[in-house]
């Protein structure tokens, strides 16, 4: 499996490939196309872990393509707006039980951005956080097991 970065006019119909002209320059948006085709893959998982600093994880078939803190639930809607208006794809958007009162309040602002194909999961918290001290990698992990868990559809 493999895939090849060409130009639109150097493009073969029999080569699984991307061109230049598709890509965005928008490092993550560029990153999720490439998963998709390599993947073959149409859904894009966002795991939220909701606290006083906000984990964000954005993950194709359980691969990684962006890990970040974010400091409001204002930041969040703004990068799920980003992915919807990208049409990469359908968004499975998991937010984490842990913080029930910051959950509530990103399940209210995500539910106007996401369409009826999109998914909203509550999921449980529970073994998301790893062990340690860095407390932003942490959160950055724990968003990323919350992306890959199944959660309650709401």
Known sequence: MGLYLTTDREKSSDLHSITFEELSKDEMLDKIMIYQRLYKSKSIQMGIDPGSRIGVAVT????????????????????????????????????????????????????????????????????????GRARVK?????????????????
């Open 60 to 131: 194709i078939e359980n691969q990684p393509v962006y890990l970040g803190v974010m400091c409001d639930v204002e930041e969040v809607a703004g990068l799920a707006r980003k992915l919807k208006s990208a049409n990469l794809g359908c968004l499975d958007i998991k937010i984490g039980d842990g913080r029930p009162e910051i959950t509530e309040k990103l399940v209210k602002r995500l539910r106007p951005i996401v369409r009826a194909s999109d998914v909203i999961q509550v999921v449980n918290e529970r073994r998301t956080t790893p062990k």
């Open 138 to 154: 942490k959160d950055m992990m724990a968003a990323y097991h919350i992306a890959i868990k199944s959660g309650l559809t709401v």
